[in-house]
């Protein structure tokens, strides 16, 4: 046998035993799944799992599996074993990740049950003002509400009005801030407009020390960044620029140009012609502005409409340091998305910036259509959507949920220092060395009848049957504390 086909052979011999490997972690995962009294595994009882886990129906990771449910099996109630093995075939490893726990937020179920919660209380508050300055957005329900998030590794759960498309206006400014930095390089950028705090409300007409914008999440600064981004296009084509962006840092879902808030916003543009033109009295500008076609872009970008639902997944590939937890495209560079989020903290909530970072410590910008756009670096992407909004122009209840959610939560920048003295939940994915080996936190899952994580080390592997340093195993746990379920589910998986 000469040396090529020896390294044929062995190929073919790692390819088989890996399929022996994944076709067993199939059957391990389907017999986890499958109620014991019942031959086949139940699909509805499948796909509740996972979106219990936090993955949709729509996620394009899983798209082969569903497809196949759909075309292939009829939408049968029940899926054998092979067919389990056949549809999961291109997906298995997101699907197995999801349900044993393995994403970063492990008890998906359990977290997102207290994000409602939260939500309950929240939806109670009944202050602040829809925006009336651009008259269009007046017209929007105060009482409407809608929470979604999106983790970085794409568990997706929304509450609310969250179908519903609203009108993006500020939060538009991270997204246009990109695009000019990756175009334009920090250097060139920062000669345009400062990354300074204003201190003065959004639309204030004032420059700093250099003439330039105070920042890129206020007005002036936005259109200074708007007149960065892909000024060789014709107006046509530099929107759709825009509009595709989005659609990628969405996760490939398109969003609406809403064409009565643009007209109703260049209606009754008088604020921002009049900071426009200081800019170019000053000189701001870059050389070749145009000032209408910046101002006519800068509007069809604040009346880009989004749902809750896609605004997570944007802010969720600004936690993913740029990249789309849904697609796995990589739409920024890391050091572009240091910067925005760097700018969300300090300036991406007016005149508020402050002693919102101080009381809850992450990056967010919000818009006067009620939207805000929060980033939990590394962790997760949230959008709050709620017209009714405070003297500053942010969203009282988005406002109101951002600080429950760290009252509840150490998702404060600076939570981790206080780690040890805080009575805070930190809902993350915890570092094996902290949870201990597999096998003692199955038994501890069993004695404090979790069902849940029971199945998650079951999917992970874990063998039930093993004992602990005293020869317990978690049947004996669950057993002697009564926990009923935990017990008929060990006994059937034993
Ligand atoms: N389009 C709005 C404006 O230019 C955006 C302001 C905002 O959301 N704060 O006034």
Redesign the pocket.
């Known amino acids: 046998m000469d040396q090529v086909s020896h390294k044929e052979v062995t190929n073919k011999d790692t390819k088989i035993s890996s399929n022996i490997i994944k076709a067993d972690e199939a059957e391990v995962l389907y017999n986890t799944l499958k109620e014991t009294s019942s031959k086949n595994l139940s699909v509805k009882i499948l796909i509740n799992e996972l979106k219990n886990n936090g993955i949709l129906n729509n996620d394009p990771r899983i798209r082969s599996f569903t497809n196949h449910l759909k075309y292939n099996l009829k939408n049968n109630d029940f899926i054998t074993v092979e067919e389990f093995k056949i549809a999961t075939k291109e997906c298995f490893s997101i699907i197995k990740s999801a349900l044993s726990g393995e994403f970063v937020i492990p008890d998906f179920e359990k977290f997102t049950s207290e994000l409602e919660e939260i939500f309950n209380t929240v939806k109670k508050n009944k202050n602040g003002a829809v925006?009336d300055?651009?008259p269009q957005l007046k017209k929007v329900s105060a009482e409407k509400f809608g929470v979604s998030i999106c983790t970085i590794d794409g568990q997706r759960w929304s509450h609310g009005d969250c179908d519903d498309f609203f009108s993006i206006?500020?939060?538009c400014k991270p997204l246009n801030y990109c695009l000019a930095l990756e175009e334009n390089g920090e250097e060139k950028v920062h000669k345009h407009v400062g990354s300074e705090p204003s201190g003065h409300s959004?639309?204030e007409i004032t420059l700093d020390h250099m003439k330039r914008p105070h920042n890129p999440m206020i007005?002036a600064g936005?259109i200074m960044t708007s007149s960065l981004v892909r000024p060789d296009l014709c107006p046509a084509d530099r929107f759709e620029y825009v509009l595709n962006n989005w659609t990628r840092i969405c996760g490939g879902s398109e969003p609406r140009f809403n064409n009565s808030v643009y007209l109703s916003?260049l209606g009754t543009?008088d604020?921002?012609f009049a900071l426009a033109y200081f800019m170019k009295e000053h000189g701001t500008f870059p050389k070749g502005s145009n000032l209408q076609e910046t101002l006519e872009f800068?509007?069809q970008c604040?009346?880009i409409d989004l749902t809750a639902e896609q605004v997570a997944v944007a802010a969720s590939t600004m936690a993913l340091n740029g990249m789309c937890p849904l697609t796995g495209e990589k739409v920024f560079n890391a050091n572009t998305l240091k910067n925005v989020l760097a700018l969300m903290s300090t300036c991406g909530m007016?005149d508020y910036s402050g002693e919102f970072f101080f009381k809850v410590g992450f990056p967010a910008k919000?818009?006067?259509?009620g939207g805000l756009l929060i980033v939990i670096p590394n962790v997760m992407g949230i959008c709050v959507w709620s017209p009714a909004l405070d003297k500053n122009?942010n969203s009282v209840r988005g406002i109101e949920f951002c600080q429950e959610l760290v009252k509840k939560y150490a998702f404060h920048n600076y939570d981790s220092l206080a780690r040890s003295d805080s009575k805070k939940c930190d809902p993350r994915k915890k570092d094996a060395e902290e949870i201990g080996s597999n096998i003692v936190s199955l038994i501890y899952a069993a004695y404090n009848g979790d069902l849940e994580a029971i199945k998650r080390y079951l999917i992970k592997g874990v063998d039930i049957n093993q004992g602990d340093y005293d020869g317990r195993t978690a049947l004996h746990l669950a057993s002697a504390e009564g926990h009923e379920k935990c017990v008929n589910f060990l006994i059937s998986k034993g």
């Open positions: 925006a300055y651009i206006q500020s939060a959004f639309n007005n936005a916003e543009a604020r921002n800068y509007f604040c009346s007016y919000s818009g006067v259509g122009g």
